[in-house]
T-cell receptor, first 116, second 111 residues
Framework: EAQVTQNPRYLITVTGKKLTVTCSQN?????MSWYRQDPGLGLRQIYY???????DKGDVPEGYKVSRKEKRNFPLILESPSPNQTSLYFC???????????????FGSGTQLSVL | SQQGEEDPQALSIQEGENATMNCSYK?????LQWYRQNSGRGLVHLIL?????REKHSGRLRVTLDTSKKSSSLLITASRAADTASYFC???????????FGTGTKLQVIP
């Protein structure tokens, strides 16, 4: 079954404790992206990746890191989480490059992160 | 911010009625998409309309796009209780890589 898998589904942590949220897709998609969703703000893009070893900042990259060492995986790393990073996070992927990029995004189920 | 807005923020209708949601964006676009989100879950793609298209249909969904006004609308006809969800528009611009989402419309369909 074609899917984007995020883990964990829920995560509670404390300020400053490094964490990683994993994302994996089995559709051989080139494009992957991370979003955070906050009430009243919709989804805001954190980072995206056009292909292996190609990543770039979205609208709200501060406090986050990503890596794309393999095509299927795109982990989101919070080196020193802070309470303002408490949010619902989504990973998404789509096929193609150039004009076909982002034609249809497939989303993971989300990770609800609470930073105390 | 490059985010657009959706209008209304919330909409409550009776089953069988039509629901219309509007999206405004701020930049030139390559295409515009609509997504649905059930309470806290991942978004699901509904329909895509390209910048050179003005209207598109898919089942009970009808999407229009007016690039001169930088706006789009999503019409759900003959709504059902199962249509209760949040609906987001999204568009890509800026060299194709960025996808920007609107703030969403929360639709409640009352049985």
């Amino acid at each position: 079954e074609a899917q984007v898998t995020q883990n964990p589904r829920y995560l509670i942590t404390v300020t400053g404790k490094k964490l990683t949220v994993t994302c994996s897709q089995n559709m051989n998609h080139e494009y992957m992206s991370w979003y955070r969703q906050d009430p009243g703000l919709g989804l805001r893009q954190i980072y995206y990746s056009m292909n292996v070893e190609v990543t770039d900042k979205g609208d709200v990259p501060e406090g986050y890191k990503v890596s794309r060492k393999e095509k299927r995986n795109f982990p989101l790393i919070l080196e020193s989480p802070s309470p303002n990073q408490t949010s619902l996070y989504f990973c998404a992927s789509s096929k193609g490059t150039g004009a076909r990029t982002n034609e249809k995004l497939f989303f993971g189920s989300g990770t609800q992160l609470s930073v105390l | 911010s490059q985010q657009g807005e959706e209008d209304p923020q919330a909409l409550s209708i009776q089953e069988g009625e039509n629901a219309t949601m509007n999206c405004s964006y701020k930049t030139s676009i390559n295409n515009l998409q609509w997504y649905r989100q059930n309470s806290g879950r991942g978004l699901v793609h509904l329909i895509l309309i390209r910048s050179n298209e003005r209207e598109k249909h898919s089942g009970r969904l009808r999407v229009t796009l007016d690039t001169s006004k930088k706006s789009s609308s999503l019409l759900i006809t003959a709504s059902r209780a199962a249509d209760t969800a949040s609906y987001f528009c999204a568009w890509n611009s800026g060299g194709y890589q960025k996808v920007t989402f609107g703030t969403g419309t929360k639709l409640q369909v009352i049985p």
